[in-house]
């Protein structure tokens, strides 16, 4: 990552332009285009360095060089009580999720709290799918008296969707669907044989449910220096082709050319820097991670992107005599409002047909249904709706674990493909209710004296219902596919698990109810921007890091252009 500078440990006293925190999905954004657009920007991340390429140790090691089948011992887990959850928890890839026991936190009410910490974040983890939202999510708050009103609609965003979309290299079709509107894409992944049946079959007997290929930030051909995807389906562990993207393949690469990036590892925020008398923050106080030194970096702007519970967490401990309840809160709203979206139930299905047919290597890619209900009023007995990652292959030699069987015969037939097997899992979106929280443990603190986060948020009466319809419609449109067998699953995940964590410092454009306005500004601090989940006034079903994003790039331009105004 030519042309960037990392500081050292004993550098003190420095100014920048803008000090973004964190270095994840939004804080790369941030910092590409706070430098692209000439600004002096430090980088603060709280873990260590990792360099793209260089810093992905098992990209290129074959199954049979991990220890322990690629498991991680019992143990071992004892380090990692949470992460050992996330799905892709291995040998290959726990080096990019936190140690829980290294760093802790409260949880008032379960909740899967799941990180990594270092230069990237978990842009070197996410799944990578990418979908617009439309004006039914960001009227329907309003329509239907629930929370806030957003303060912008699509038309605000939409410009930046393309910015985002044509820097990313989104792959995809232009589906023309309404609830999910097309954007600048990359040629999509192709759909397989078996998909292919499913949309058709479903089609005939549900014609307003449409079966997609997944729009992924993963490129299918040459995209801004990077390279095409080799469909290893081994993303997590740190591509070498740049093909998915991250902050450390991208953004953060991006930046450093322009010469105007500094990075700063190993650098946990302690508090931002409050000057009551211009009403602005000064800059950042960090604790070195290593040697525990308090330092202080100055700048005219401050991007806060560390991720809904990190960003909030900051504010939270930054608390002042003018804002005692936490820093930039006037409105008493910081830390209440947390969602998730809630999955991990649906329906799989097997077909023995199509036996002549196969595909080509591991699409990273899955198939999506974009959601259905209550597009046009209420259908059911509850509000807003769900989509499906919808996920298909024929089964492998790995069935032979489950079936009995003994002899030549019997391992030859394992040898070949097994019965095409699909796997609906729904999505669905939670209503933002005050009473779930993220707030600061009184009592308990973390090794370097920060108190730790208290969690706690439950899933409502309207998810518990959509739940039913959730796993009902999978199974019913796997029946109209006409499978072999359809069986139901609800796996009961508890809130955090899917990892798309908002809300928390949300925004809106009345002060006395929201903590940004509509540019992800602060109503209380005009040089202090918010531009990670914990923005989010409402969950809808979509994967959110695409309007994070976006989001991002559209508040960098309005923070600039402030900037040059002397208004900031």
Known sequence: MPGFTILGKAEKGNRYDAIVIGSGITGGIAAKELTEKGLKVLVLERGRMVEHIKDYPTAQMDPWEFPLANMVSLEEQKDYYVQKDIYIFGQDAKHFLVKDTEHPYVQEKPFSWQRGYQLGGRSLLWSKHCYRLSDLDFEANQKEGVGIDWPIRYKDIAPWY?????????????????????????????????????????????????????????????????????????CYRGCIYGAPYSSNSAALPDAAKTGNLTLRPF???????????????????????????????????????????????ILLQSATTEFPDGLANSSGVLGHYLMDHHAGIGATAGYSGLQDHFYYGQRPASVYIPRFRNINGKEKDYIRGFGYENYTSRSDWTRGMYKAGIGAEWKESLTHPGEWVAYFEAYGETLPVFTNTVSLSKEQKDKWGIPLPVISMEYGENEKKMRVDMQDSAAAMLEAAKMDWVHKFDYGLMPGSVIHEMGTARMGNDPKTAVLNKWNQSHDIKNLFVTDGSCMVSSPCQNPSLTYMALTARACDYAVQELKKGNI
């Open 162 to 234: 393309d910015h985002i979309e044509s820097y990313v290299g989104i792959s995809g079709n232009r589906d023309g669907i309404a609830q999910i509107p097309d954007g600048q894409f990359l040629p999509p992944f192709e759909m397989n044989v078996f998909e292919q049946q499913i949309r058709e079959r479903m089609k005939k007997v549900f014609p307003e449910r449409d079966l997609v290929i997944g729009r992924m930030a993963i490129l299918t051909k040459d995209h801004n220096g990077r390279n095409r995807c080799h469909s290893r389906n081994l």
């Open 267 to 313: 650098s946990i925020v302690d508090s931002l820097i409050y000057d009551s008398k211009s009403r602005k923050l000064k800059g950042v106080r960090i604790i070195d991670t290593e040697t525990k030194d308090v330092i202080e970096f100055y700048s005219s702007l401050v991007f806060l992107n560390a991720s809904t519970i990190g960003s909030t967490q």
